[in-house]
């Protein structure tokens, strides 16, 4: 990276990018730090961090607020790319920065600018429609709406959300938090209608009449069945469906049961933490994964331990029988290893079954979930694999010209970062063929904003301690209603930024400058100086 002529002050630079675009001489790149690179929404998590270490919070606060109208719901459930990306976490070894508490922490303390309403686009007269209002849908639904287009989401259901509504349980996603995000998308004039079907209540041959474009957000509500004896037994059951029956008051009569859950990902803890809360006096978790492969996040993983769930690793569950006193019998078999050498999904068991059995009272499967046969056109899905068929670069459906396909009905099931993006890309293909422009216009974004993933860490530039948690609710205060992550606290929060290694920076590039100074002097913070002779200056 040269610095011939630029020189860039990183305790100050927060990698915004806005030099690279005054550059009239084509000099400057942006290097994109690692955490950015990993983020599917590409949020300039550097960028907010470090303002945050500078003490610019309500800088801070703008910046996220570039690139997302959801930071209360990635701040609290994001998987979290980003810190496993880390450089911090690679080079030096004590834990990667907490970019999701600290976004948290902004959308906490400026509310009105994380969740600030935007400027709509003039109006085009174009219309979308969007169906499925989960993360994919809200997200398309939200970017085609600036854009100035008329924009209306279908929800099957009767309340918006898809997955985060009935999914994820409030100590983890306020149902507050999934209102404000539909509020923020009726507030730039989205029109929302719930219990509408299409199939049933609407027809899809009125939708092809009536817009110029259809996003497909239907997510992935199936169930994947653990396909052994037994798995239908009464007693066993989803793990989403119990999540949605706790959420609304349906099925909280667990006190004294014993409770089987099955997985390891974070829909299994959260299933899991949710049986205690509701009186379960014993909760077992079954999973495939040794401690180290549990796809679970940390935290949710350490908070139900605290809450006395047994974790039983490296088993699998071959058998479930009724025993004549009426409980559920689960025989288990171990898991050897979970992925073969390319990292692909493929469980090695040994030869010996019923090594292990644990006894329940009720059972719940969360492994997983699947796109179901929907009501949709068969045209629009491909008969060899009974997905839908689409370009992943465009998210335009191959048989249909103006149908988008995006979220986990796409990609299959993910996570809730993912799904937004995938709904933000639908959203830009959606805009340039409403527009009648190539899908492939500007597609190559790093080519098209001067950004290269080549960067220069310096672990040298490392101050602070290990890595600051969020602190969590004491488990005598816990419960089905409260959130179980605190919010960090200022001095947490500038102490935790502080440890970011500012890994992303612009540089030159072409090495044509002319000392013409727009980028020196458009700068925000006053991060790049342009070296010339002073009597030129």
């Known amino acids: 990276m040269s610095d011939i002529n630029i020189k860039i002050d990183r305790d100050l630079c927060f990698a915004c990018g806005i030099c690279v675009d005054r550059c ?12 950015r690179q990993a983020c599917p929404i590409d ?85 979308a429609v969007v169906i499925g209002s989960g993360p994919a849908g809200l997200m398309a639904a939200y970017e085609l709406r600036v854009m100035g287009h008329r924009v209306t989401v279908l929800e099957g259901r009767s309340e918006p959300g898809g997955l985060m509504r009935y999914g994820i349980p ?4 306020p149902n507050s938090e999934i209102e404000a995000a539909i509020r923020s998308l009726e507030a730039v004039g989205v029109k929302l209608e719930v219990g509408r079907q299409v199939g049933g209540d609407i027809e899809w041959e009125e939708l092809e009449r009536n817009y110029g474009a259809i ?54 803890i959260d299933t899991a933490v949710t049986c205690v809360y509701c009186g379960a006096s014993e909760v077992h ?23 006395g769930v047994i974790i039983e690793n490296c088993w699998a569950v071959d058998r479930i029988c009724r025993t004549p006193e009426g409980r559920l019998e689960l025989s288990l078999k171990r898991c050897l290893s ?57 998210m335009q459906s191959k048989q249909n010209a103006k149908v988008f396909i995006c979220g986990d009905c796409a990609q299959g099931p993910s996570s809730v970062v993912e799904a937004f993006a995938t709904g933000k890309r639908a959203a830009e293909s959606v805009g340039r063929y409403l527009r009648g422009e190539s899908l492939w216009y500007e597609n190559d974004y790093y080519q098209v904003k001067g ?28 419960g089905l209603f409260a959130e179980t992550e605190l919010v960090l606290a200022p001095i947490e929060a500038k102490r935790e930024a502080e440890r970011c290694l500012s890994c992303g920076r612009p540089f030159e590039f072409n090495k044509t400058c002319w000392y013409c100074l727009p980028c020196e002097i458009e700068c925000p913070n006053q991060a790049l100086h342009v070296r010339m002779p002073y009597q030129v200056r």
């Open 24 to 35: 009239i001489m084509d000099n400057l790149r942006l290097s994109v730090a690692p955490c």
């Open 170 to 173: 409030q100590f983890r996603l």
């Open 451 to 478: 950004l290269v993933t080549e960067y220069l860490a310096l672990p040298e530039r490392a101050v602070g301690g290990p890595r600051q948690d969020a602190s969590l609710l004491p488990p005598g205060k816990r």
């Open 285 to 307: 978790l079954i999973c495939l994964e040794d401690p180290y492969e549990m796809p679970a996040d940390d935290s949710a993983l350490t908070e139900a331990r605290e809450l």
């Open 338 to 394: 979970v992925f073969d050498a390319d990292g692909n999904f493929a469980p090695l068991f040994d030869d010996f079954p019923g090594l292990y059995d644990v006894d329940a009272d009720m059972v719940a499967v969360a492994i997983g979930q699947t796109v179901e046969p929907s009501s949709l056109p068969e045209e629009l899905f491909d008969s060899s694999t009974g997905r839908f068929s689409y370009d992943k670069a465009t």
């Open 215 to 268: 996003v497909v957000a239907v997510g992935a509500s199936g169930l994947v069945s653990l396909d052994i004896p037994g798995h239908d037994l009464e007693g066993v059951i989803s793990a989403i469906e119990l999540l949605a029956r706790v959420k609304y008051d349906m099925a909280r009569d667990l006190p004294g049961k014993k409770v089987v859950v099955i997985g390891g990902g974070n829909s299994a």
């Open 43 to 127: 949020l300039n998590c550097q960028g907010y961090v470090c303002l945050i270490a500078q003490g610019k919070e309500e800088e801070a606060a703008r910046e996220l607020r570039k690139y997302t109208p959801f930071a209360g719901i990635l701040g609290r459930i994001c998987s979290r790319p980003c810190e496993s990306a880390c450089e911090r976490k690679r080079a030096v070894g004590d834990g990667a920065v907490n970019i999701r508490a600290l976004k948290r922490y902004l959308d906490h303390r400026f509310p009105d600018i994380t969740r600030q309403i935007p400027e709509i686009r003039p109006a085009t007269g174009l219309k």
